[in-house]
């Protein structure tokens, strides 16, 4: 069935809360569009979500009327420029409610941001012997920078195991921490299981023992409150382009202590203080970590997303996911052959699953010849892959804009793709 206003409408009324999914999805012009002569389904936003028209806007404002280098003009341009950088960067701080402003650098999303810890904290602190704790059920985004340096330092990586829900076993974690533990690394929330993992637990674990925590948050603030002071993490990090924001876009938070401490990621412009050829002295922060020129345009576009977000009613858009999320997890469960992977308690956002003897490749080319965009692949993660015994699994994974009407879709889909192999 096409998803027409009129039954969105009704849909939301059932979910028994406010949220008026029709006028959303007006907010993405880019929904509104067929796909193979059906209309958009879009169920990728794991990977990446769509980006409404204030967004937009602010883009094309900033590059029709304030498009300039930021920081190092004096003419009125670049002093607009960077005052619109900077106010986003105060955006952000508000969104994750940071203590200063100078503890959120920009970076252009989460892998950029590990990176900057790995190299700043990581290369100072890890010596021979140290040990660097991260989950069964990280991206490769959170894996390789740290076995990149295990391999640097002679140091070595230990990980969480998680059981067969895709829940991490938080006592077999506290067991691997020890005086050699030099950062924990884990995930918000997984964006191959969909697992809300207790960051506030594990923060709370490995500070008993001094160490600092680094939470990969891409898969996070897009779809939960975060606040950074609340959960105590060291380091977080958001990739705007998962946030309704354009790619190029993101940050790594910091607490301004330890990014003090830090040595800087890339050496450039902006982020020194002086610089002869016999020793530079570097710039205080956050433009000790941003190097050259920044993504301006995004991170404006940043700020935009978070004060689109801002406008929304939070709380009803996670009420109104999470119903998405039970309601398709219910319909693809009852489809025999079909097997979700990842079960945990604690959900969102994105929904993993196989179909008995069908490559995900080929459920996600049926699919799209359906109109209906998921991912399917290692997601990568390819340790969880190997975990659940599975090569690859497809993934729908949900945003606020998304209607019970599309899983509908989505679910007829699955039973053709049963048809056509059977
Ligand atoms: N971590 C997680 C959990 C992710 O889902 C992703 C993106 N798939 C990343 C890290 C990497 O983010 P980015 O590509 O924006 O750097």
């Known amino acids: 069935m096409i998803a027409t206003e009129k039954t969105i409408q009704t849909d939301t009324q059932s979910t028994g809360n406010a949220w008026d999914v029709v006028r959303i999805r007006r907010d993405f012009p880019v929904l509104a569009q067929t796909v193979n002569s059906k209309p958009l389904v879009y169920l990728d936003n794991a990977a990446s979500s769509q980006v409404p028209q204030v967004v937009i806007d602010r883009g094309s404002r900033y590059l029709r009327e304030e498009h300039s280098n930021i920081h190092r003009g004096v003419h009125y341009l670049s002093q607009r420029a960077t005052t619109a950088y900077e106010g986003a960067r105060e955006k952000v701080r508000r969104f994750i409610n940071a203590r200063e402003a100078r503890e959120c650098i920009f970076v252009r999303g989460s892998t950029e941001g590990i990176n900057l810890v790995m190299h700043g904290y990581g290369r100072k602190s890890v010596g021979v012997g140290d040990e660097i704790v991260i989950s069964a059920m990280e991206h490769h985004a959170n894996i390789v920078p740290w076995q990149m340096l295990c391999e640097e330092k002679g140091a070595k990586l230990r990980v969480i195991p998680m059981n067969d829900d895709g829940e991490l076993l938080l006592d077999e974690y506290e067991a691997l921490l020890n005086e050699r533990t030099k950062i924990v690394g884990v995930m918000h ?213 998304n209607t019970k009407e599309e899983v509908d879709r989505l679910v007829a889909a699955v039973q053709k793709v049963i048809e056509v192999f059977s």
Not at 245 to 263: D, H
Not at 317 to 339: D, N
Not at 355 to 381: F, K, S
């Open 189 to 401: 929330v997984s964006n191959a299981l969909g697992t809300i993992n207790p960051i506030k637990e594990i923060v709370a674990r490995a500070h008993k023992q001094g160490v600092p925590v680094l939470v990969d948050g891409a898969q996070g603030a897009p779809h939960l409150k975060v606040d950074v002071q609340d959960l105590d993490c060291d380091f977080y990090t958001i990739s705007g382009h998962k946030m309704f924001a354009p790619t190029g876009s993101g940050v790594v938070y910091g607490k301004a202590e330890l990014l003090e401490r830090m040595q800087p990621f890339m050496g450039g412009g902006d982020m020194i203080r002086t610089v002869t050829f016999e020793q530079t002295t570097y710039a205080g922060l956050p433009n000790k970590f941003e190097a050259g020129t920044p993504a301006i345009a995004s991170q404006i576009g940043l700020g935009a997303a978070i004060d689109y977000l801002n406008s929304l009613d939070r709380a009803a858009a996670h009420r109104y996911e999470q119903e998405l999320l039970a309601y398709a997890t219910a319909k693809l469960s009852a489809i025999e052959g079909v097997r979700i992977i990842g079960t945990a308690r604690e959900k969102t956002g994105s929904l993993s699953f196989v179909i008995e003897d069908v490559h995900p490749h080929d459920v996600g080319t049926i699919l799209d010849q359906e109109g209906i965009a998921i991912r399917a692949g290692h997601h990568c993660a390819q340790p969880t892959m190997k975990r659940f015994n599975v090569p690859a699994t497809a993934r729908a994974s949900f945003a606020f804009y």
